[in-house]
């Protein structure tokens, strides 16, 4: 009898890979173009201060959430052999009792943190809503790693739109009715709700509570490597925010959480896709190097090309739409910032790929390492800037440490030989090109809103054509991957 959840093939992976990152590509992408001009709508609606608050108290959820898994849905994941049952089982008991301990602590003193950072009534609300939002993540877990560990990958992005569509709709909704940040509370409560049904409903599992001593024992030794490099993550960056929030004013708060959530757009346009199919992907094709070695380096270029010119373009068209949108001169102060955290997004998009390679190859702990040295450097200059430059600091420190984080490319070639500068000089040099074409084009123009369309489709055509006189070969053949994937041979 077939077994529907039997060992993939090499080739079965590779398609499996490919047609998950141009599904999640192309199944998100409307998502996140609704998403993009839903946040930016929010920004005009609400003042820098409630994006202070929430920035700040999302801070302290992810160190909860953090601490909420111990890495066993990465080991999973990871994991060669089939996982049974009662690996299922073991993790989901392990989490759930993680997580019902750690909403329960932070339900209980939320009340102390609001008045440590002096947050209102419903500041105090959104922090007890997004502790409460854990659980409802929490119990996505195992229907997650399914769908993700069999590259299920059309039916997993599913949850994903419908949260993201549910959440900004909702939100403009409540703050065009003048809700303020509790416009953001409500929609994290409909959101999560929403998707812990939808995931259940299209990858079915039977909770239960059990406990295996050797499944845990097995699932752990990698699980907490892996999971000691998101608590030094969480240190490196949600804590950090969480101890400027108490030296910083809000409002200077709600710039830096302005300027790097724009910043990192582009990444998590496309580096969340890929991340989400590339892990799973690239663990089972551990034992081939030569097929993961042209999986990753297909990947880099995708993740290049797509994400160097939105930056580039990002960054010319952003002082053009403080002055023309209405409401939106007050974000003004935080563009420098923008500038600074668009250098940190040009290198993760690198080298967060060889990251999850290494994770891929069971190597955590050489990315442990490699943390707490990004960690240490983090918080040194972000305090040292501060002190120099007031809270632009924060974003020049953050792209002074990414800047650094290209070591990963001398523990990566240790492990498998990648042609890295081949894969991105041509999107490098195409938006390198563009991003200064247009920086002289923009200087000869008025400031209003037809110039901006002007550049933005002046923007996107000199790219393409650059792109297609550089690297007409690859073009080609990535394009020729994404239509059969689109429309498959019968």
């Given at each position: 009898?077939?077994?529907?959840?039997?060992?993939?093939?090499?080739?079965?992976?590779?398609?499996?890979?490919?047609?998950?990152?141009?599904?999640?590509?192309?199944?998100?992408?409307?998502?996140?173009?609704?998403?993009?001009?839903?946040?930016?709508?929010?920004?005009?609606?609400?003042?820098?201060?409630?994006?202070?608050?929430?920035?700040?108290?999302?801070?302290?959820?992810?160190?909860?959430?953090?601490?909420?898994?111990?890495?066993?849905?990465?080991?999973?994941?990871?994991?060669?052999?089939?996982?049974?049952?009662?690996?299922?089982?073991?993790?989901?008991?392990?989490?759930?009792?993680?997580?019902?301990?750690?909403?329960?602590?932070?339900?209980?003193?939320?009340?102390?943190?609001?008045?440590?950072?002096?947050?209102?009534?419903?500041?105090?609300?959104?922090?007890?809503?997004?502790?409460?939002?854990?659980?409802?993540?929490?119990?996505?877990?195992?229907?997650?790693?399914?769908?993700?560990?069999?590259?299920?990958?059309?039916?997993?992005?599913?949850?994903?739109?419908?949260?993201?569509?549910?959440?900004?709709?909702?939100?403009i909704i409540l703050a065009l009715n003048g809700f303020g940040i509790s416009s953001i509370t409500w929609s994290i409560f409909a959101r999560g709700l929403i998707g812990l049904i939808l995931i259940y409903i299209l990858s079915p599992f039977k909770p239960d509570i059990g406990f295996n001593i050797k499944s845990a024992k097995r699932l752990v030794s990698f699980g907490i490597p892996f999971q000691?490099?998101?608590?030094?993550?969480?240190?490196?960056?949600?804590?950090?925010?969480v101890v400027i929030g108490k030296i910083l004013p809000i409002i200077q708060i709600g710039y830096i959480g302005w300027s790097q959530r724009f910043a990192f757009l582009p990444l998590r346009f496309i580096m969340d896709n890929v991340i989400k199919v590339t892990f799973p992907a690239y663990s089972r094709l551990q034992n081939d190097l030569n097929y993961m070695k042209s999986a990753i380096e297909?990947?880099?270029?995708?993740?290049?090309?797509?994400?160097?010119?939105?930056?580039?373009?990002?960054?010319?068209?952003?002082?053009?739409?403080?002055?023309?949108?209405?409401?939106?001169?007050?974000?003004?102060?935080?563009?420098?910032?923008?500038?600074?955290?668009?250098?940190?997004?040009?290198?993760?998009?690198?080298?967060?790929?060889?990251?999850?390679?290494?994770?891929?190859?069971?190597?955590?702990?050489?990315?442990?390492?490699?943390?707490?040295?990004?960690?240490?450097?983090?918080?040194?200059?972000?305090?040292?800037?501060?002190?120099?430059?007031?809270?632009?600091?924060?974003?020049?420190?953050?792209?002074?440490?990414?800047?650094?984080?290209?070591?990963?490319?001398?523990?990566?070639?240790?492990?498998?030989?990648?042609?890295?500068?081949?894969?991105?000089?041509?999107?490098?040099?195409?938006?390198?090109?563009?991003?200064?074409?247009?920086?002289?084009?923009?200087?000869?123009?008025?400031?209003?809103?037809?110039?901006?369309?002007?550049?933005?489709?002046?923007?996107?055509?000199?790219?393409?054509?650059?792109?297609?006189?550089?690297?007409?070969?690859?073009?080609?053949?990535?394009?020729?991957?994404?239509?059969?994937?689109?429309?498959?041979?019968?």
């Amino acid at each position: 009898m077939a077994n529907s959840y039997e060992q993939l093939d090499i080739e079965f992976i590779k398609r499996k890979a490919i047609s998950g990152v141009v599904t999640f590509t192309l199944r998100t992408f409307f998502i996140q173009i609704y998403t993009f001009f839903a946040t930016f709508v929010l920004t005009i609606l609400l003042s820098p201060e409630v994006f202070g608050v929430y920035f700040i108290v999302l801070a302290l959820i992810n160190i909860l959430v953090y601490f909420s898994d111990v890495g066993l849905a990465a080991a999973l994941i990871q994991k060669k052999e089939e996982p049974k049952r009662i690996d299922l089982i073991t993790t989901f008991t392990i989490q759930q009792s993680i997580v019902l301990f750690l909403v329960a602590i932070g339900l209980i003193f939320s009340g102390r943190i609001a008045n440590f950072y002096n947050l209102s009534v419903d500041g105090l609300l959104l922090l007890r809503m997004l502790i409460f939002s854990l659980l409802l993540s929490s119990l996505k877990t195992i229907p997650s790693i399914l769908l993700e560990r069999h590259l299920k990958f059309t039916r997993f992005v599913i949850p994903q739109i419908v949260e993201n569509f549910v959440f900004y709709t909702l939100a403009i909704i409540l703050a065009l009715n003048g809700f303020g940040i509790s416009s953001i509370t409500w929609s994290i409560f409909a959101r999560g709700l929403i998707g812990l049904i939808l995931i259940y409903i299209l990858s079915p599992f039977k909770p239960d509570i059990g406990f295996n001593i050797k499944s845990a024992k097995r699932l752990v030794s990698f699980g907490i490597p892996f999971q000691l490099n998101s608590i030094i993550a969480l240190i490196k960056d949600d804590l950090l925010i969480v101890v400027i929030g108490k030296i910083l004013p809000i409002i200077q708060i709600g710039y830096i959480g302005w300027s790097q959530r724009f910043a990192f757009l582009p990444l998590r346009f496309i580096m969340d896709n890929v991340i989400k199919v590339t892990f799973p992907a690239y663990s089972r094709l551990q034992n081939d190097l030569n097929y993961m070695k042209s999986a990753i380096e297909k990947s880099l270029f995708f993740v290049t090309f797509i994400i160097y010119p939105l930056i580039s373009g990002l960054v010319v068209i952003a002082p053009m739409v403080i002055k023309i949108v209405p409401n939106y001169s007050k974000w003004e102060p935080a563009l420098p910032l923008l500038y600074f955290f668009a250098i940190n997004a040009i290198f993760a998009a690198v080298n967060t790929t060889l990251t999850n390679t290494l994770f891929a190859l069971g190597k955590p702990s050489i990315i442990l390492k490699l943390m707490m040295l990004w960690t240490i450097l983090t918080w040194v200059l972000t305090f040292f800037f501060i002190k120099l430059f007031g809270f632009a600091g924060v974003a020049i420190a953050s792209a002074m440490v990414s800047i650094s984080t290209s070591i990963i490319i001398y523990f990566v070639n240790k492990e498998i030989k990648i042609s890295i500068t081949r894969n991105i000089y041509g999107p490098i040099v195409a938006s390198g090109v563009m991003f200064f074409s247009l920086k002289i084009i923009e200087q000869n123009l008025p400031v209003n809103i037809f110039s901006l369309i002007f550049i933005i489709m002046i923007g996107m055509i000199i790219y393409i054509i650059l792109s297609f006189l550089i690297l007409r070969e690859k073009l080609t053949e990535s394009l020729k991957i994404v239509l059969s994937v689109i429309f498959p041979m019968k």
